[in-house]
C-alpha cells in the first residue's frame, strides 16, 4: 500500500470505525506469498510476519482452518484464516514453525507443476535466488503430515479467465488430482492463480469438487457469502498497514478491485499479458 493511501486512511481511521461501515464479526481470510527478508513485492518479512500473529493472538481473533470452518454467524467473535500462495519455501522454513508452536491452522496453495525439478515462476526467474526456491513434492508432503493444510493454485498458474474453458476445468481439476494423488487425501480448497475468477470459473471449481477458493477482493466474508469466491486481503509487511487491513479500513477500495479485474480479463481476451504476477 502506498504511503498515499495510507495516510488517507490514518486520516479517515475514527470515522470510518465510528460509523461502523464494516459489518461485525465474520470471517477474514487473509493471504501471503513469501515469508523472507528480501524486501520484495511478494515479501513479508519474518519479524514482521510474528508482529502480525501477535497482534491477532492479542486481538481476540478466532484463527480457524478455512477448510472445515465455515462462516462464523453473525454476533460471534471475529475469525481469521490464514493462507499462502504459490508455495515458496520459505512459508514450510519461516512462517509453519511460527503457525505450529501457536497451535493455529493454514493453508499452503501449491503448484503441481512446478514441484519438480528446480522451477521458478517466470516472475522470479530474472532474480532467482533463495526467495525464489519454491517447495518440491516431498516437502509438501511432509508439511501435510505435519498439518498444514495443502490446497490448489491451479495446474500451472495461468491467468484462468484467458482461458478456454476446456482447458480452465483441465486446469482447477487436474490439479486437485495431481495433489490427492500425491498426498493420498483430498484436497477442497482452490485459490485462484492472480485473483482472476468470474462466474463461470466459480462452476468450474465447484464442478471439480471444491469448498471453498480464495480471491484477492478486498473483505470480510459473512454466512451470506460465497464459499467459492472468499474475499481474501493480500496482506503487506508493514505491521501498521497489515492492522489497517485486518480492521477493514482498506475495504472501500473493493469497488477498484472488481473494476481492476475487469480490466484484466479484457485484456486477457484480446490477448494481451494480464500484467498480475505471483500472486
Known sequence: MTRRIGALV????????GRGLARPG?????????????????SVGVEHFKSHLDWIDESGFDVVDLTTAGFVQEGARPSVAITFDDGYLSVAESAWPELKARGWPAVLYVVPGYLDGDRAF???????????ELVDRSRVRELA????????HSLTHRYLPGLSTAVARAEILDSRRALEDLLG?????FSYP???WNASLRDL?????????????????????DPLALRRPVVESDPADFVRTMKGYYD???????????????RSHEGLPANHAGL
Open 122 to 132: 517466470p516472475w522470479d526467474t530474472s532474480t532467482r535466488g533463495s526467495h525464489a
Open 205 to 225: 471449481v465447484a464442478e471439480a469438487g471444491y469448498a471453498t477458493a480464495v480471491t484477492v477482493t478486498r473483505g470480510r466474508n459473512h454466512p451470506d457469502g
Open 145 to 152: 503430515r505435519d498439518g498444514m493444510t495443502i490446497g490448489s
Open 10 to 17: 490514518e486520516r479517515a481511521a475514527g470515522p470510518l470505525e
Open 252 to 266: 472501500w477500495l473493493r469497488p477498484f478491485d472488481r473494476w481492476r479485474e475487469t480490466r484484466r480479463q479484457a
Open 194 to 196: 492472480m485473483g482472476g
Open 185 to 189: 487425501q483430498e484436497v477442497v480448497t
Open 26 to 42: 465474520g470471517l477474514t481470510v487473509i493471504g501471503y506469498h513469501r515469508i523472507d527478508d528480501t524486501g520484495g513485492h511478494l
